[in-house]
């Protein structure tokens, strides 16, 4: 691990101020869910250290490979869960990521080291939506505004049922009171007029009994 650590940042120092040349760049499109294969030149012919790392925001190399002869590779942390292969062959130098995703995308840089001389081929790697997402994002997206159609609909028809039986309830509470208020008047009536039927009793009269 301790020498993996320092050939890399051997590299990335060789980089910052050490001759660097520029064999070539090109770009690569790949869609999302893809394997897709970044390779470049082998332009030596004599033992050299080969790495992989990639450009993280503009600014800092992240180590994903180093290769010290042509059958030992190394993997850096972060990169050792299968989804990079580093490989060889007489004429290139590969790097295999399976099953690409946006994030993915960025700038790739294959290195050579050779008697203190850098030479880098850099490799823009975009990866785009493919067509099967794009049509699920779109189904998914019509299922959401169905929805939400749906639910805006089921909402409103509960607030104005609600607002229907509230003015039902009024209109029942004010006929209650209206019934009760009558029946209260008719009450009064009525034992006013029973007490008005009532007799005094006549003072100048005679009541006889007789057997």
Request: aromatic share 8%.
């Given at each position: ?7 890399t940042?051997?590299?990335?120092c ?11 760049s ?28 990639r450009l ?50 960025g700038?790739y ?9 850098t030479f ?23 299922i ?8 805006t609909?089921v909402?409103?028809?509960l ?7 509230q003015?039902?309830n009024?209109?029942?509470?004010r ?37």
């Amino acid at each position: 691990m301790m020498n993996l650590t320092l050939i890399t940042a051997f590299i990335l120092c060789s980089i910052s101020w050490i001759s660097v040349s520029l064999s070539e760049s090109h770009t690569v499109e790949v869609q999302s869910g893809e394997n897709v294969t970044l390779q470049c030149p082998k332009i030596y012919e004599v033992q050299a250290t080969i790495s992989w790392f990639r450009l993280v925001n503009r600014t800092k190399a992240s180590c994903i490979s180093t290769m010290i002869s042509s059958e030992t590779v190394k993997y850096c942390d972060g990169f050792k869960d299968g989804k990079f292969q580093m490989s060889s062959n007489i004429s290139t130098v590969s790097l295999n990521i399976k099953e690409v995703n946006l994030s993915d995308s960025g700038v790739y840089f294959c290195g050579f080291n050779i008697n203190g001389q850098t030479f880098l081929s850099v490799i823009h790697l975009n990866v785009e939506e493919s067509d099967a997402t794009t049509k699920l994002m779109g189904v998914i997206l019509v299922i959401l505004g169905s929805l939400f159609v749906l639910h805006t609909t089921v909402i409103i028809g509960l607030v104005v049922k609600n607002r229907k039986l509230q003015r039902a309830n009024e209109e029942k509470n004010r006929q209650q009171s209206e019934n009760l208020g009558s029946d209260d008047l008719n009450y009064a009536a009525v034992t006013f007029c029973q007490k008005a039927k009532r007799r005094a009793v006549e003072p100048n009269v005679v009541y006889a009994a007789t057997r």
